[in-house]
């Protein structure tokens, strides 16, 4: 049962590996998008995180099985693709993606309670299932990287292809009926509001108020890094971008080991500074005698996405109360994954057209070494604030205590 969850989890991000990191170079090289087209149809998925939780909370909890969920949004996900794939009108492109990112982006938290289901101790357990979706994220990088399809619709038409793979593939899953069938469907019931209220704690407000600034830098990385590497004439730069998913599996393995040493305040602090480094690495380095600054940008995405979102997601399983803790995580999945990087696709794609150069071949080349500098400036301040707002009460009365002992 646990290897195939790990396929079904390895199918689950290699579709939105397949065709996310590269999009952006597509529509800059290719179809010639300005910079706010580029940041909104990356937004979709934004959006999608929005809303998604309404179609988890309805369909798959109280409605239908939830492989049979899976199944039907990944055809319909696959169809979408194709047709996404066809056009060259920022309209038609924007709206078929966003259909496409409010049907995918629920299998996210699906296929995360489908395995959660089927397995004995999900905390023991769910981490080594889940890493499988990084692998899935790592091999269809490279995959893409070395076909050197970058600045094509190819990724799309590979995304629908393993889109329909793995809605055949969740139909041979076990059966995982709602288990709320029975019981009256609210809208409080979708919607984390109910963990609103933890937020008149000062600690919990800051970390929510970070957690939301910080994802508006993020979306310089994820909207443009490729588009940004492949003018800077590296090579490859796909495959070469699955080095940040490759380090986000080592510092996993090695996060209790900080977590023992640092506490929740520092190491939340260090993920954060972690994106300004690494775009003060990617404004000053270049292609040739200086790549290795942009390979430790690259690098520098396993410190910054665990040091700051699964230390986070730790945080908030300490801080809330157990009748609260999914409404919390919700909440700031919300926050994060939906509004900030909603915000930050906006943000970015101002930023970028306001840098954007014509060229003499009727191209457009962009001026990165500014664009990565105002986004490093956003994370730091995003940094200093939290350094200077947020307390770690619980860290302060361990200490307080071995200070008597």
Not at 33 to 52: L, N, R, V, W
Not at 119 to 126: S, T
Not at 193 to 204: A, G, N, P, Q, Y
Not at 352 to 358: G, L
Request: glycine share 8%; aromatic share 14%; hydrophobic share 55%.
């Amino acid at each position: 049962m646990k290897w195939r969850l790990r396929l079904m989890m390895l199918l689950e991000y290699a579709i939105w590996g397949a065709w996310y990191v590269t999009v952006g170079t597509w529509l800059g090289k290719t179809l010639h998008f300005s910079g706010q087209e580029i940041g909104a149809i990356a937004g979709t998925t934004a959006i999608g995180a929005m809303i998604s939780p309404l179609f988890v909370g309805l369909l798959a909890d109280r409605l239908f099985d939830t492989r049979g969920v899976l199944a039907v949004l990944h055809l319909l996900g696959a169809a979408l693709l194709v047709l996404a794939a066809q056009q060259q009108a920022f309209a038609l492109l924007y709206a078929v993606l966003l259909i496409y990112s409010l049907c995918y982006m629920p299998t996210l938290a699906l296929t995360t309670s489908l395995a959660m289901r089927h397995i004995d101790d999900p905390r023991e357990e769910f981490g080594a299932i889940r890493v499988f979706g990084t692998i899935g994220w790592i091999v269809v990088g490279l995959i893409v990287g070395t076909w050197g399809v970058e600045a094509t619709a190819s990724p799309l038409h590979l995304a629908a292809g393993l889109s329909v793979a793995m809605a055949v593939y969740c139909i041979t899953l076990p059966a995982t009926p709602p288990l709320a069938r029975h019981q009256r469907f609210v809208w409080q019931h979708a919607l984390p509001l109910e963990s609103l209220h933890l937020l008149r704690d000062r600690s919990m407000a800051v970390f929510a108020l970070a957690s939301f600034l910080i994802c508006i830098p993020l979306q310089f990385y994820y909207a443009f890094t490729n588009l940004f590497l492949n003018e800077a004439g590296v090579v490859n730069a796909a495959g070469k971008m699955t080095g940040g998913q490759m380090s986000e599996l080592l510092c996993m393995l090695l996060i209790p080991w900080f977590f023992r040493r640092l506490g929740v305040k520092y190491m939340l602090a260090v993920g954060m500074l972690a994106w300004v480094l690494r775009y003060a690495f990617f404004a000053f380095g270049n292609a040739d005698q200086l790549m290795w600054m942009f390979w430790l940008g690259i690098i520098l995405h396993g410190i910054c996405f665990d040091f700051f979102f699964v230390v986070g997601q730790i945080y908030i399983d300490r801080e809330a109360p157990s009748a609260l803790r999914a409404a919390t995580q919700g909440l700031i999945t919300f926050l994060t994954y939906g509004l900030g990087m909603f915000v930050g696709s906006w943000l970015s794609g101002v930023v970028v057209d306001a840098y954007a150069h014509p060229t003499a071949q009727g191209g457009v080349m962009h001026d990165w070494h500014g664009i990565w500098l105002i986004a490093g400036a956003c994370a730091a301040f995003v940094l200093v604030l939290f350094v200077l707002l947020f307390k770690d009460r619980k860290a302060a009365v361990a200490r307080a205590v071995a200070s008597t002992v």
